[in-house]
């Protein structure tokens, strides 16, 4: 059995309220007070018919007053250089989904959601001086706002080594992105062989109104794309999504093993051979992989792959030819071919793997290998042993 690591199961999305018993600011003060009409002036002002914040000065005489040192703006998506300046701001999420990717493991680390911005805080995310006032585009800002119906969203993620199997070929690549509303804003990193632990941290103006798809983590790797949310963690998109859903662990059980003695006709007296099911494990993408059956790219829609490996040890024979067979046998009686030849599963130098598109759903399936013989310098002679079998279950 080949231990597969688990994922973490998607948590349920987070509503507003739910943000807000989190500590998060849904509001600013100001906003807060008008609502309950604590703003000074402001009973004097409906009294008298002025409204609209106009208050009565000393002397009697109307006046408009405005908010000083605001500014409103839509921050453009952006990413962070230095984590650790939004490290101290973010709520940390524990039970976010693990994004997995050959080369990439990809999780959201901490989310909040800000109706307002300090110049401090702004500067210090950004790295850009405080924008001008709604009043005076003299006069630099002390306190930075979304706009009507808008939030700010802050977010920090962070990727490791999927640990994938099978590793694939140098130069593929797992792009991250950063998406808003579903729209791919931003690439974030590349995620290859050598280079799996990235992080960053991430700001961008969203709706007020969000879901969990207001913004998100994209991964993109041979047209097959995912979707973590960066407002609460869950999966919003996915080409496997059965990763999400089991542990991907097989275990090998009734394991049968076959020895023989095969005449070889030419060099030596016999060739030994011993073999039987090793381990087998559970994938959704299988680059150029030498030896696991080429480019097949991702698993078809329901399918995911079955990796057969096989303990096959032979003597070497130039004389002798195994033309073994396998198949994988699901419980409607289905016999499934592997996807590379059989000659490469039982060839001398090959690394004796059989790759099989299996539907997601099967619990089990039984492995099949009907050993089979062969002279090249004799073409009568066709040694045919009965099958062995183990069966796969599939957790």
């Known amino acids: 059995m080949t231990p597969r690591r688990p994922f973490a199961a998607p948590s349920d999305s987070l509503s507003a309220m739910d943000l807000a018993r989190r500590g998060v600011l849904l509001g600013s003060p100001a906003l807060l007070l008008a609502g309950c009409g604590f703003l000074p002036g402001t009973e ?35 990413a962070i250089e230095d984590t650790t300046d939004a490290a101290d701001l973010v709520e940390p999420i524990d039970s976010s989904t693990l994004l997995r990717n050959p080369f990439s493991e990809l999780g959201v680390t901490g989310t909040v959601l800000l109706n307002e911005l300090s110049a401090e805080t702004y500067v210090r995310l950004t790295g850009e001086e405080p924008p001008a006032t709604d009043q005076d585009e003299d006069e630099p800002a002390t306190t930075i706002y979304p706009g009507e119906g808008k939030t700010f969203l802050l977010a920090t993620w962070k990727s490791v080594d999927a640990e994938w199997e099978p590793v694939s070929v140098r130069g593929g690549r797992t792009s991250i992105e950063l998406a808003v509303g579903g729209n791919s804003e931003l690439m974030l ?5 050598g280079q799996t632990e990235h992080d960053g941290a991430v700001l961008a103006t969203v709706d007020a109104s969000l879901g969990p798809d207001a913004a998100s983590l994209r991964t993109v790797l041979d047209e097959g794309e995912q979707q973590l949310s960066l407002v609460d963690g869950t999966l919003l998109a996915s080409v496997a999504p059965w990763m999400y859903e089991r542990s991907g662990e097989v275990e090998v059980s009734e394991s049968e093993e076959f020895e023989t003695e095969v005449e070889d006709g030419f060099a030596s007296d016999v060739m030994h051979l011993r ?26 829609d329901d399918e995911v792959f079955v990796v057969v490996q096989l303990a096959w040890k032979k003597d070497y024979s130039a004389n002798i030819e195994d033309v073994s067979r396998i198949a994988l046998v699901l419980n409607d009686g289905t016999e499934l071919l592997p996807e590379q030849e059989q000659s490469s599963v039982f060839g001398d130098h090959s690394k004796n793997v059989a790759t099989f598109a299996v539907p997601s759903e099967e619990p089990t399936a039984t492995v099949r290998i009907s050993p089979r013989f062969q002279q090249i310098l004799d073409k009568e002679f066709d040694e045919s042993h009965d099958p062995i079998t183990a069966t796969l279950t599939f957790a």
Request: overall charge negative; hydrophobic content about 30%.
């Open 44 to 78: 004097d002002a409906e009294a008298d018919g002025t409204g609209d914040g106009e208050t009565r000065t000393g002397d009697g005489d109307a006046e408009i007053e405005q908010a000083a040192g605001v500014a409103t703006l839509e921050i453009p998506p952006t």
């Open 275 to 300: 073999g039987g099911v090793d381990s087998a494990y559970m994938t959704s993408f299988i680059d150029n992989t030498d030896g696991f059956g080429g480019h097949l790219g991702w698993a078809g």
């Open 189 to 193: 990193a590349e995620a290859r062989e």
